[in-house]
């Protein structure tokens, strides 16, 4: 990098950098009512606020993606969920909250929205920060009970509004529950601690009337008004019998919530010795998931073609998998979250579901998960790879760049538009210009400034963060963890160091990492993972751990491995140079001997890339 780029990481911490020049990218999907909004707020040392940067960052509209989702959601059920999922920054959750989810919730459209990363205050935009360039894996995840209370609200004010318009009924409720569950002990159960006397052989669906009414007599009728907006409706609009009706709806719907907590709370021992032995069982997991797929299934019934039409946005889904799970009274959280999955599959797939879409800038569910729900096409996948660098440049000349300056723009940093949110800000801030005490910079600079941030702070503890799984496979290998079909003959990563010193460990981790991206530089850093039918590079430690940190993307269409960006690109490559520039003669001769007797070479997996 430059002598002005050099300067800058001296002068700045990293995260101050990324917090201040940088303003949150997710600062453009908080307000879903606005289409423009002012990039950032510069702060002086002694704490007075800067001026504005002088022009706002428009949303620019995708007509072609919009059309494609709105068609999937303007349907009241469907028979598969969607999976909306491409790399970062290319504005899947900006196009999602301001530019579709207002109009979702116009007229008879209802759209909850969930994002699981919510809850984590570091990486969050409602939290006056912004998401990570790399994977939600390099970050502290969130605690799953966390993840499951903000789907259950999100579920319960959505069936709240549907008994509000009287498309739900207790009848509905009471069927739907019978259907899955086996009602008569957890009735009685409550019956007879609301100290409320039945005959002994009194069906189901008496049982069932009875807990309602003795449920309305406990709880307060008050809070349910609120709930369900009897309030709102005053007292002449409504008869007795309607307000009665969707009392008892709304009372009905308490009751099945009960009977579900109430039969998970027998299964706590089943589920305690389940997560202690690593075991699996489908009816556990089921259980843990009852609820919210309850209230889904009651939103599908519910819908109604120009009166009540709802759908569900999980965003950040891969969340859901890694989350932090705090006691035994739940399944672990990657059961959690395919057991939620697959359920609204088989939901669809036989009764029809309303529209679900899944955000993801996880590669798992370009082309992963379809092969691990069993079947090719079981989501609909609508993959997003942002502008090409000709709509990029339609949308960003000269508003925001000169002729000149777009050249150097898409030669260095391609057209990911998050990097041109925050070139944009950096370029604009006269903070940059006091740091370099008024010098004469060129634009070069600023984009050379730019990718030093890149490079220090998220490409190279992305690349430690890989080291570190590479020197955890090592370790399962001496374990025999590691099953002896992933380690064939002639693989590169057949000889992991014997011992389990921490010396040669690090070093082989390295030399794995380095002859993988040296190999995928090679390839012009796109390798073809179904070119050839070389699905063994899923078995590449070394390509599996930069996946999972979130420096490589696998596209489901065409069918490679490659960066997240043109910009990432480019630092992963200066990444290999420091550290091939940092090596010593016996660590270099090593590096050496890997490439020319076990390296790897995928030249043939270059078939059709286009950048």
């Known amino acids: 990098g430059s002598s002005l780029a050099r300067e800058i990481l001296k002068r700045l911490n990293p995260r101050w950098f990324r917090l201040n020049i940088f303003p949150r990218f997710g600062s453009v999907h908080k307000p879903p009512h606005t289409h423009t909004h002012s990039l950032v707020e510069l702060k002086a040392k002694g704490g007075e606020s ?9 949303i620019i509209p995708r007509p072609l ?9 303007q349907r009241h059920r469907v028979p598969q969920p969607l999976i909306l999922h491409g790399p970062r920054g290319v504005g899947k959750t900006t196009l999602i909250l301001n530019r579709l989810l207002r109009d979702w919730n116009k007229g008879p459209h209802i759209a909850g929205y969930v994002d699981f990363a919510q809850s ?4 969050h935009p409602d939290h006056q920060q912004s998401y990570p360039w790399t994977s939600w894996t390099s970050v502290d995840p969130p605690l799953l009970s966390n993840c499951k ?4 609200n999100c579920l319960e004010s959505m069936t709240h509004k549907a008994i509000k318009l009287g498309t739900l009924s207790s009848q509905q409720i009471f069927t739907t529950m019978n259907k899955w569950h086996g009602l008569t002990t957890s009735l009685r159960r409550i019956l007879q601690g609301c100290k409320v006397a039945v005959p002994e052989k009194a069906s189901v669906s008496f049982l069932w009337e009875r807990a309602v009414y003795a449920l309305s007599v406990r709880r307060n009728a008050d809070e349910i008004d609120l709930l369900v907006g009897l309030d709102e409706k005053g007292g002449g609009s409504l008869s007795v019998e309607e307000a009665s009706y969707y009392r008892e709806t709304a009372f009905a719907l308490r009751l099945a919530k009960e009977v579900i907590k109430m039969q998970q709370g027998w299964r706590g021992n089943a589920i305690a ?30 819908a109604e073609i120009g009166f009540f039409q709802p759908k569900l946005v999980l965003n950040n889904i891969e969340i859901l998998k890694s989350a932090i799970q705090t006691d035994d009274s739940t399944v672990s959280a990657s059961m959690y979250h395919d057991n939620l999955v697959w359920r609204i599959i088989a939901l669809g797939a036989n009764e ?5 879409l899944f955000v993801t800038s996880d590669s798992y569910y370009s082309y992963q998960a379809f092969v691990d729900f069993g079947f090719p096409d079981i989501f609909i996948s609508r993959e997003t790879f942002g502008w090409t ?48 005490g008024n010098k004469a910079g060129t634009f070069e600079d600023i984009v050379d400034a730019y990718l030093a941030y890149l490079q220090v702070v998220v490409v190279n503890p992305a690349m430690e ?35 389990d010193d921490p010396t040669l460990c690090s070093e082989w981790a390295k030399i794995q990492l380095m002859d993988f991206v040296q190999a995928l530089v090679n390839t012009e850093l796109a390798v073809n993972y179904l070119g050839d039918y070389s699905l063994e590079i899923f078995e590449d430690p070394s390509a599996m751990a930069l996946v999972e940190v979130g420096i490589l993307y696998t596209q489901r269409d065409p069918s490679f491995f490659r960066p997240i960006s043109q910009g990432i690109k480019r630092c992963l490559v200066r990444w290999l140079i420091q550290e091939r520039m940092k090596m010593n003669y016996w660590s270099s001769t090593k590096y050496w001997w890997q490439r020319i007797i076990r390296g790897r070479y995928y030249k043939h997996l270059m078939l059709g890339y286009r950048t």
């Not at 800067?50 to 428009?58: A, Q, S, Y």
Request: charged fraction near 20%; hydrophobic fraction near 40%.
């Open 352 to 356: 029809r579901c309303l529209p679900v």
């Open 389 to 436: 660098p000709q709509e990029a440049k339609l949308h960003m000349v000269p508003d925001y760049f000169s002729a000149s300056e777009w050249t150097i723009v898409a030669d260095v940093l391609g057209a990911n538009s998050r990097h041109l949110f925050e070139l944009y800000a950096l370029k604009q801030s006269n903070h940059y210009q006091s740091l370099m």
């Open 465 to 499: 963060k890989a080291l570190l799984r590479l020197q955890r496979y090592a370790a399962d290998v001496r374990k025999g963890s590691i099953p002896d079909e992933k380690l064939r003959f002639g693989a590169a990563w057949r000889h992991p160091p014997r011992s």
């Open 120 to 123: 984590i205050t570091e990486h």
């Open 273 to 302: 010795h389940m997560n202690r032995t690593n075991g699996f069982s489908k009816t556990l997991a089921n259980s843990c998931t009852d609820w919210p797929l309850l209230m889904i299934e009651l939103l599908s019934q519910a």
């Open 65 to 73: 993606l919009e059309t494609v989702l709105n068609n999937h959601v």
């Open 50 to 58: 800067r001026e504005m940067v002088n022009k706002p960052w428009k």
């Open 149 to 152: 209370t903000h789907l259950e």
